[in-house]
């Protein structure tokens, strides 16, 4: 099972504050349409599609270069382009998983994956932005998983 972040649970997050000012130097560049200063309102409304335009392009990378993956035996998170980042949790080792996701998270419907190995002082993986449905079926595959290792063992 590989599941990657949402796109626009993403951008939701991350690019909420960029899109309130594109949406301000929006209106901005009307208004100054129509008090006939069209050079400016020209500028302020460029300047608002290229703020949500890097944020669309970021989110979009960032969905292609983030995953996270389960198998019979690990965990593993990956993510990043050109800081690149992978994380494995096997298994028998993970202690405790947590789903966890705010008011408005759950309205965009993304939700948080926590993982905790033995040893860990934190969570070794935390992977943001998921689509809930997918990190809750996730979430119990990881619970069988250890269910079944724990049976094996007996």
Known sequence: MIIHPSTFGFYARNYWT???LSIVLFAAGIFMAFQGQIEIAAA????????????????????KHTSLSLTESEVVYETGMLNHRKIRAPIQMITDSQIKRTFVEKLVGISDLYINTSGGAHDEIVANDFESKEVEAMHDEIYRLIRQMHTQKK
Do not use: E, N, Q, Y
């Not at 949500?52 to 990378?61: E, K, L, Q, T």
């Open 18 to 20: 960029a899109t309130l």
């Open 44 to 63: 302020l409304i460029v300047v608002a599609i290229i703020i949500v335009v890097v944020g669309i392009g970021h989110s979009v990378i960032h969905h």
